[in-house]
Antibody, heavy 115, light 107 residues
Framework: EVQLVESGGGLVKPGGSLRLSCVASGFTFSSYSMDWVRQAPGKGLEWVSSIISSSSYIYYADSVRGRFTISRDNAKNVLYLQMDSLRAEDTAVYYC????????WGQGTLVTVSS | DIQMTQSPSSLSASVGDRVTITCQASQDITNFLNWYQQKPGKVPKLLIYDASNLKTGVPSRFSGSGSGTNFTFTISSLQPEDIATYYCQQYDNLPRTFGPGTKVEIK
């Protein structure tokens, strides 16, 4: 059974940092690209970042480029999202997603940026 | 970046009605399109990939069609449990952009 467990969310002040983790199991993590997708309260889905299986190709949404860093540890089956210089508009539930068409999503972790 | 539009933004229909949602891409995405269902407070669920392929276990009343820039998602007979917001998503190019969503309600 595929499991994706995100953690690391919480309340942080504007300008602060958080590191999200997504621990994967039940599939060959090293074979898949991974995405972070977020959803602000009451809003739609926003793709944030992608990293391919070997980490050799990484892409970011314009809204987070230069502030967020995606990475992965294929030995530990973990996906990360380092979020720096956080803004109020980054407040959202953050999901990790396996590839483009697997349909495997984590349960999400809530990030709240507020003073 | 590829922009995705959806229409309508919301709709209200009766149980048993046929419901159709359209999604348009700003450039040709071949058939690299997903349709997701998201119920309130829940994780999005992938219903259709490659524009028309039903994920295993998804009821056959859901279907998708289209290619290039114009796509359609259909619920052939709306059921009470289909109340949700539906999103299209292109994966032809990064960023894998989502449409703004269509909220489906029961009349």
């Amino acid at each position: 059974e595929v499991q994706l467990v995100e953690s690391g969310g919480g309340l942080v002040k504007p300008g602060g940092s958080l590191r999200l983790s997504c621990v994967a199991s039940g599939f060959t993590f090293s074979s898949y690209s991974m995405d972070w997708v977020r959803q602000a309260p009451g809003k739609g889905l926003e793709w944030v970042s992608s990293i391919i299986s070997s980490s050799s190709y990484i892409y970011y949404a314009d809204s987070v480029r230069g502030r967020f860093t995606i990475s992965r540890d294929n030995a530990k089956n973990v996906l990360y999202l380092q979020m720096d210089s956080l803004r109020a508009e980054d407040t959202a539930v953050y999901y990790c997603v396996v590839g483009a068409t697997t349909g495997y999503w984590g349960q999400g972790t809530l990030v709240t940026v507020s003073s | 970046d590829i922009q995705m539009t959806q229409s309508p933004s919301s709709l209200s229909a009766s149980v048993g009605d046929r419901v159709t949602i359209t999604c348009q891409a700003s450039q040709d995405i071949t058939n690299f399109l997903n349709w997701y269902q998201q119920k309130p407070g829940k994780v999005p669920k992938l219903l259709i990939y490659d524009a028309s392929n039903l994920k295993t276990g998804v009821p056959s009343r859901f279907s998708g069609s289209g290619s290039g820039t114009n796509f359609t998602f259909t619920i052939s007979s709306l059921q009470p449990e289909d109340i949700a917001t539906y999103y299209c998503q292109q994966y032809d190019n990064l960023p894998r952009t989502f449409g703004p969503g269509t909220k489906v309600e029961i009349k």
